[in-house]
């Protein structure tokens, strides 16, 4: 049995809702075509998102897409 654990992906879209007018969660999701529950999971990083759905998010931004996700074990 494989067990599953959080991603190995952190982001900064906390960060980023904040510096966008305290952007919520569900405004974020209707924007990126997911529900809140989508957003809060990837935010948590307990679900990593599709490629799209990544570029999607960052679009919202206005940022590259490193300045979302990277790595747990990249500064």
Known sequence: MVKKTPCNIRNT????RFHAGEMTQAE??????????TVLAIEAAKYPPSLELAFRI??????????VFMREDQK
């Open 58 to 67: 960052a679009e919202v931004f206005d940022v590259p897409l490193s300045e």
């Open 13 to 16: 879209i906390r960060s980023l």
């Open 28 to 37: 974020l999701a209707e924007k990126i075509g997911v529900t809140r529950q």
